[in-house]
């Protein structure tokens, strides 16, 4: 029924079966995340920073130096993010709301949001990477 409503917006681009399969991913797919948003709502509180797990360190320096990149972390998330971009990341990162949903929260689409997400986290690369505390391969792609 929802493809019959849409057909004056094929546009002859494509084959039809493809325009119609990919029409019914993105249905099912907005739907699912509005159904999770429902039973879920994103938590718009201030982000917990002491919530972030503090891994098992090996060396006693490690958990020093953790808790500097983390007070790192938390001073470039402030000063140099966007709100946008910070609003993203809180949501994503530290409260664990999937893109879909905060697409829909926000009203935006899943790439704008991946994009924001994406410079982001660019930027707290570069900002801890100025502060003395670059991350490894294995780290940055975490």
Request: cysteine-free; hydrophobic content about 40%.
């Amino acid at each position: 029924m929802k493809i019959l409503a849409r057909i004056d917006h094929f546009e002859g681009l494509s084959r039809f079966t493809t325009w119609a399969y990919k029409f019914v991913i993105f249905e099912v797919s907005s739907k699912v995340a509005r159904h999770a948003w429902h039973h879920h709502p994103p938590n718009a509180e201030e982000p917990t920073w002491e919530r972030l797990p503090d891994t098992m360190t090996p060396r006693p320096g490690d958990q020093a130096e953790r808790r500097e990149q983390l007070a790192a972390l938390v001073e470039a998330v402030e000063e140099d993010l966007t709100p946008r971009q910070r609003e993203v990341f809180v949501a994503i990162a530290l409260n664990d709301v999937s893109i879909d949903v905060l697409a829909l929260q926000l009203d935006s689409n899943r790439n704008a949001i991946y994009k924001n997400l994406f410079d982001a986290r660019r930027k707290l690369r570069a900002s801890l990477a100025a502060a003395g505390h670059p991350l490894s391969d294995e780290e940055a792609h975490a």
